[in-house]
Structure formats: C-alpha cells, structure tokens
C-alpha cells in the first residue's frame, strides 16, 4: 500500500485535513507511526506533518515551561531550562529513538509507553491543540482513545517549573538497562513550605491504560513531613485506583507487587 505525504504549514491547517480524511494520521516524530506502517497496519493511508517551527520551541512563562509538541527528546536534552525533566526524556528509547520521539507523540503512545507524558502529569501539565484551547493532561489523558475518531492535533504543552531541583523526580524501573520499556515509572513533584509536602503531585506510568495520578498517594503525602511514616502511608495506597496491565514486559500481579516498593524507593530518594 502507498502512503500519501502532506505537510502542512500551520496545526490549524493540519487540524482541518485530519477532520475531513478518517484515513489520515498525524505523524510526529514518526517512531510509532512508521512502525505502524512497516507492520503493515491499514488504518490510514495519508500521513500529515506540519513544518511550522513554533512546534519546536520552548519558552519559559513566569513558573510555566511551554514545550512545542515537535519538540524531540533529543532536542528538550539540549535545553538547560528543561533540566527538570532531562531523566524523564533520557529514559525514552535508545539515542536514535530519542532524536526523533517528539513530547506530543509521547502523549498519545499506548502503555507501556508514556514515560514522558507521566512526567508531564506530575507537573499539572496543560495541552494545547491547534485552536488555541487548553486541557488539563489529566482530562486529555482520560478521554483519549484512537478509535474514536480524529484526535485534536496538540501544538504545546505547558507545565509547572518545579522551584528547586529536589522538588521534582523520575524513577522508570525496567528489566533491561538503559533501554528498556518500562515495567512501570513514576513522577513526583513534592513541594515544601516549612518543610510539609504542600500541592504533591504523584503520577505513575504502565499501571493503567494511560499514566495516571495516584490521588491516595498524594492525599497521603499532602500536609506532612517527608519522613518514613509518610513515605509507609503512601505506600500502602500505592495501588488504589491502578488496573495493572499484563503486558510481554510483566504481569499484572508482578506490577502490583513491585510498585510500592519501587514508590518508596522514589520518595526515600526525595528526603532531605
Ligand atoms: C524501539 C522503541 C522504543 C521506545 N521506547 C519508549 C520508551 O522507553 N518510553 C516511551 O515513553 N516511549 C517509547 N517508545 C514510543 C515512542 O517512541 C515515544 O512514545 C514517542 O514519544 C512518540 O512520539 P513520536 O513523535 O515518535 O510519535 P508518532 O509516531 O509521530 O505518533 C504517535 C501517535 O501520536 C499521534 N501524534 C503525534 N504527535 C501528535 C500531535 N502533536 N498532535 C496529535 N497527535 C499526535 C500520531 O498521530 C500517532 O497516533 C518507543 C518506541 C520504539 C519504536
């Protein structure tokens, strides 16, 4: 089968000729998408890009980073305002893949996958699709689904500047180093006035469909010191609301059983 190319110069652009063609599909960096052609898949037959460079920028906006949604892992590597989440984009594939997986495409890439997006949703992130509007990633998160029609096409995503660099940490556990899929990862941001937890954010990756917050842990955590009673609290409602999937990479009971232990882990690492 043939594949149409089209490159558009603007999201907005783009957005329209995906809403009119159901066999077409936008393609960011390509590492999904041209997998997806190489196997063989059916389901679209024209792939869009847009060449607009905005999609590869980044700025800082008072405590906000905007991160263009064609912005490479490699690329946000680069970038020293985006130190906070350098461990969250180095653990994405191998050096080859990271050239071209984009943070956009990380949103959309079905569990294991979502590394990033897991980062990015411990940093109260927001989506940006190409007419302007905004989404909590949380909300974009829960109403994705590929089979239900055109996705919007995300130009940016902007997320919270953690104060200090011990705020914010990324643990991705996997069986093979370092290029492994992740058999779970984890993104905390624990901010702290007079040293209670205050507005903590804890997400997980590859323990549900998508990367999801794991609101027990937060509540657990919220209010209080940092300390092993804490970090015990939180692990024991470690698994509450998770639906583990079984996966060539671990079961769902392996995951259930690793992922308080590998929680802990992070948060023993986040004491000060
Ligand atoms: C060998 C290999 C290893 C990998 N390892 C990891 C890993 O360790 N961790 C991880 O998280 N992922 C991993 N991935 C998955 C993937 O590389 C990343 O998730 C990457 O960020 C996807 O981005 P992309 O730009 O390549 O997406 P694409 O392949 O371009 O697109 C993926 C999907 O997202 C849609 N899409 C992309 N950008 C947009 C946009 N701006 N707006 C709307 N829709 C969009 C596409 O239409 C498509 O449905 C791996 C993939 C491979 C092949």
């Given at each position: 089968?043939?594949?149409?190319?089209?490159?558009?110069?603007?999201?907005?652009?783009?957005?329209?000729?995906?809403?009119?063609?159901?066999?077409?599909?936008?393609?960011?960096?390509?590492?999904?998408v041209?997998?997806?052609?190489?196997?063989?898949?059916?389901?679209?037959?024209?792939?869009i890009?847009?060449?607009?460079?905005?999609?590869?920028?980044?700025?800082?906006?008072?405590?906000?980073?905007?991160?263009?949604?064609?912005?490479?892992?490699?690329?946000?590597?680069?970038?020293?305002?985006?130190?906070?989440?350098h461990?969250?984009?180095?653990?994405?594939?191998?050096?080859?893949?990271?050239?071209?997986?984009?943070?956009?495409?990380?949103?959309?890439?079905?569990?294991?996958?979502?590394?990033?997006?897991?980062?990015?949703?411990?940093?109260?992130?927001?989506?940006?699709?190409?007419?302007?509007?905004?989404?909590?990633?949380?909300?974009?998160?829960?109403?994705?689904?590929?089979?239900?029609?055109?996705?919007?096409?995300?130009?940016?995503?902007?997320?919270?500047?953690?104060?200090?660099?011990?705020?914010?940490?990324?643990?991705?556990?996997?069986?093979?180093?370092?290029k492994?899929?992740?058999?779970?990862?984890?993104?905390?941001?624990?901010?702290?006035?007079?040293?209670?937890?205050?507005?903590?954010?804890?997400?997980?990756?590859?323990?549900?469909?998508?990367?999801?917050?794991?609101?027990?842990?937060?509540?657990?955590?919220?209010?209080?010191?940092?300390?092993?009673?804490?970090?015990?609290?939180?692990?024991?409602?470690?698994?509450?609301?998770l639906?583990?999937?079984?996966?060539?990479?671990?079961?769902?009971?392996?995951r259930?059983?690793?992922a308080?232990?590998?929680?802990?882990?992070?948060?023993?690492?986040?004491?000060?």
């Amino acid at each position: 089968m043939s594949i149409n190319s089209l490159v558009c110069s603007s999201a907005t652009e783009a957005a329209r000729l995906l809403g009119s063609n159901p066999r077409a599909r936008y393609f960011g960096g390509g590492t999904l998408v041209m997998r997806a052609i190489n196997e063989g898949d059916q389901s679209f037959d024209t792939i869009i890009r847009i060449n607009d460079p905005e999609l590869t920028q980044m700025q800082i906006a008072g405590n906000r980073l905007v991160i263009g949604a064609g912005v490479t892992m490699s690329a946000l590597l680069r970038h020293r305002d985006a130190g906070f989440l350098h461990a969250a984009a180095r653990s994405v594939g191998g050096p080859a893949i990271r050239h071209m997986a984009t943070v956009g495409g990380n949103l959309f890439a079905q569990s294991p996958y979502g590394d990033f997006a897991t980062a990015l949703l411990a940093l109260d992130a927001e989506v940006i699709v190409a007419d302007g509007s905004r989404m909590a990633l949380v909300d974009f998160l829960a109403r994705r689904n590929p089979s239900s029609g055109p996705t919007p096409v995300v130009t940016q995503v902007s997320v919270n500047r953690p104060a200090s660099a011990g705020d914010f940490w990324f643990l991705k556990v996997s069986r093979v180093k370092p290029k492994g899929i992740s058999v779970m990862s984890f993104a905390a941001h624990l901010p702290r006035a007079a040293n209670q937890l205050q507005q903590v954010r804890v997400a997980v990756g590859a323990m549900a469909p998508t990367p999801v917050r794991m609101l027990s842990v937060e509540q657990a955590l919220e209010g209080h010191a940092l300390d092993a009673a804490s970090i015990e609290a939180a692990a024991r409602v470690a698994l509450e609301g998770l639906t583990p999937p079984t996966d060539a990479i671990a079961t769902s009971w392996y995951r259930s059983e690793v992922a308080p232990v590998h929680l802990k882990r992070l948060l023993t690492g986040a004491m000060r």
